[in-house]
């Protein structure tokens, strides 16, 4: 139990559903979507197209999705890929006659096909009870009447403000007399309300043909991009089930998506930390966060070597999540010290910049759990605004590289590398925790602290997630305030070298399902606007 006398807040309790997002309006829709009948994955949509249109700097419906879902008594993990692909004329020679020598953040060529549209039509149609309209109607009534704009959203866009001053369409909209929305403004998307009308109506296929699709490709094109109306009509299939992967880890299996997702970095890391002792000085202690930083270390480094879209490049995903593998790495880890250099694993890479996304999870009464992410990348993607339809369009192409011969080289109608990934925890062939955390290349660190904050030190569903975090980034450790001083000075004394640093890392959802007393334990982390709501 919490120490009442210090901030923060309980886990949420509830019996028959339950929803935890980054913004207490899309928890609050997701749970009227419960009571009006319909699942976990109608309140998941539900929500993300309110995050959609109230965390505009982090998802959108120019992004992209990725999804878990454990129907009730099946014993079965259904996992959705919703990233888009790269247009036909994306090539290394295009981008390179343009100018790029590298990706840019802020360029048509960084945007993908968005897949999200298309992978909620078809989880709707496979797993959904209610219509698009019935769902998406809380997002489209938010678009016209407009949301004050909360804290977390706020300071985000701030340090957007330059990248919305970039184009002007996106100017006109998103900066009010040239400056950011601040806490409290009143924001509006009426474009983006009609396309979301349009969406409830028609499915994907209005978003993906005709006049919204004309609308963004009109604004790629004009902005530099090789994309056609042909790229965005085979978008409208682009979402595709596929085959989670899984590890045994404390008598616990733990689901991720496969690549081009990065969920196996969370199943090499529990590998590696599951052949370690529990350390005695707790979750916070020197050593824990050591060996957890060291593995990240060396799970990093083959993400940059190894991951890329499974369909144009073989990832080796069973060699490195295989014990044998893993229990290679956790040879290389030194209580004392921290590697002075790792072992080479593919090419060196660039770990991008700071990224925004949503992670959402939701369990109903009849206990269908869903875990649920979409994102534009970086705040407000690509910073490009297709007016006449409301889009953001996001900038999953900046993970992507321009080096020949990099498994993750852009190439036509090819998905980049990405980071989003939502997990789901079974045990004994039911789900017992949709779970994720969200902050870009963070997420596989965050949801490996967090799952053994949790299952591994014994922390209530919403102190794991509020615990001090820390990130290896660029040969620096990125250390968030609440860490002790006492602790960074000794990880500093181990070779490690700590750096404060501004914002917090990432941002996540959980929900535990406590099936023994029937009831639903969910948390929402401080480091955004969001909660968890139960009924």
């Known amino acids: 139990m919490r120490d009442f006398h210090s901030p923060g807040r309980s886990p949420v309790l509830a019996m028959n559903g339950m929803a935890a997002t980054s913004m207490p309006a899309a928890s609050l829709a997701a749970i009227d979507i419960l009571r009006q009948g319909g699942n976990a994955m109608d309140a998941a949509i539900a929500a993300a197209a309110v995050l959609a249109v109230i965390e505009p700097q982090s998802t959108g419906i120019g992004g992209d999705n990725f ?5 009730a008594g099946t014993g079965q993990v259904v996992a959705m890929n919703g990233s888009g692909r790269a247009p036909a004329g994306a090539t290394p020679e295009k981008l390179r006659a343009d100018g790029l020598t ?56 701030e340090a957007a403000a330059d990248k919305l001053g970039k184009h002007e369409a996106t100017a ?15 924001f509006a998307q009426p474009a ?3 396309t979301l009308r349009a969406i409830g109506e028609k499915g994907a296929r209005a978003f993906y043909e005709g006049e919204i699709a004309a609308d963004m490709v009109a604004t790629l094109r004009a902005a530099g991009g090789t994309h056609t109306e042909a790229d965005f009509a085979a978008g409208l299939d682009v979402a595709e089930f596929v085959t989670p992967i899984q590890t045994r880890w404390k008598g616990l299996d733990i689901f991720q998506c496969p690549p081009n997702g990065s969920g196996l970095l969370v199943l090499q890391m529990l590998g590696v930390l599951g052949q370690m002792e529990t350390p005695e000085g707790g979750p916070l202690s020197a050593t824990r966060l050591h060996r957890h930083v060291e593995a990240a270390r060396l799970a990093y480094r083959d993400r940059d070597g190894f991951l890329a879209d499974p369909s144009q490049v073989e990832v080796p995903v069973a060699k490195l999540t295989s014990d044998e593998y893993t229990t290679q790495l956790r040879g290389l880890i030194r209580d004392d010290v921290a590697m002075r250099e790792l072992p080479p694993a593919g090419m060196a890479a660039m770990l991008p910049k700071h990224r925004d996304t949503v992670y959402l999870c939701v369990v109903d009464a009849e206990g269908n759990a869903c875990s649920f992410i979409n994102s534009l990348f970086e705040s407000f993607g690509s910073g490009i605004l297709a007016e006449k339809s409301g889009v953001m369009l996001h900038n999953r192409g900046f993970g992507f590289r321009l080096e020949e011969g990099h498994p993750n080289c852009i190439a036509p109608n090819k998905r980049p590398m990405h980071t989003i990934i939502p997990g789901m925890v079974m045990q004994d062939g039911r789900a017992i925790m949709p779970f994720g955390v969200m902050g870009g290349h963070f997420q596989p660190m965050g949801q490996t602290l967090f799952l053994t904050n949790h299952f591994e030190f014994g922390l209530d569903v919403q102190s794991a997630l509020d615990l001090p975090r ?5 040969g620096k450790l990125q250390i968030e305030r609440g860490i002790p001083v006492a602790v960074v000075d000794q990880l500093n004394r181990m070779g490690h070298v700590c750096e404060l640093i501004d914002k917090p890392h990432g941002g996540g959802q959980a929900i535990l399902i406590d099936h023994a007393r029937g009831v639903l334990v969910g948390g929402s982390d401080p480091r955004k606007d969001g909660c968890a709501l139960g009924y």
């Open 470 to 474: 820390l990130f290896p980034y660029q």
């Open 102 to 157: 590298a990706m840019s953040a802020t360029s048509a060529h960084s945007v993908t096909v968005p897949g999200a549209v298309s992978a909620w039509d078809k989880l709707n149609k496979a797993h959904g009870r209610l219509s698009l309209a019935q769902i998406l109607a809380p997002a489209i009534k938010l678009a016209e009447e407009g949301h004050p704009v909360h804290a977390r959203v706020a300071s985000d866009w």
């Open 192 to 194: 983006l309300a009609r």
């Open 67 to 71: 999804c878990l879902y454990a129907p």
């Open 172 to 186: 006109r909209h998103f900066l009010k007399d040239g400056k950011p929305f601040a806490i409290g403004d009143k």
